[in-house]
Nanobody, 123 residues
Framework: QLQLVESGGGLVQAGGSLRLSCAAS????????MGWFRQAPGKEREFMTA????????YYAESVKGRFTISRDNAKNTVYLQMNTLKAEDTAVYYC????????????????WGQGTQVTVSS
């Protein structure tokens, strides 16, 4: 099993920034592409961004492109999500996930999930 633990969520004002972290353990981190999803109350889980195993390629949803940045430190078994210019509509529980497949935008292709961290953006 690959365990994923997110941290860094919290309350921030609109226009502010947060950096989320996701620490992995239990299996070889570099075997997995990593993604971030979010889920707001009453909505489906939504793809935000993903990064390939070595970090060479990244993918973003249009709603966050230019505001969010994904990165990973394979020496620390950690993936990050830097979120800038936050908006009220970014309020959600944010999840990191690990995938061995080559298709990153679908939640169904991820093998492991963290427990989520709440991000609340006040307007």
């Amino acid at each position: 099993q690959l365990q994923l633990v997110e941290s860094g969520g919290g309350l921030v004002q609109a226009g502010g920034s947060l950096r989320l972290s996701c620490a992995a353990s239990g299996r070889t981190f570099t075997n997995y592409a990593m993604g971030w999803f979010r889920q707001a109350p009453g909505k489906e889980r939504e793809f935000m961004t993903a990064i390939t195993r070595a970090g060479a390629s990244t993918y973003y949803a249009e709603s966050v492109k230019g505001r969010f940045t994904i990165s990973r430190d394979n020496a620390k078994n950690t993936v990050y999500l830097q979120m800038n210019t936050l908006k009220a509509e970014d309020t959600a529980v944010y999840y990191c996930a690990a995938s061995t497949s080559g298709y990153y935008r679908s939640a169904g292709t991820y093998d492991y999930w963290g427990q989520g961290t709440q991000v609340t953006v006040s307007s």
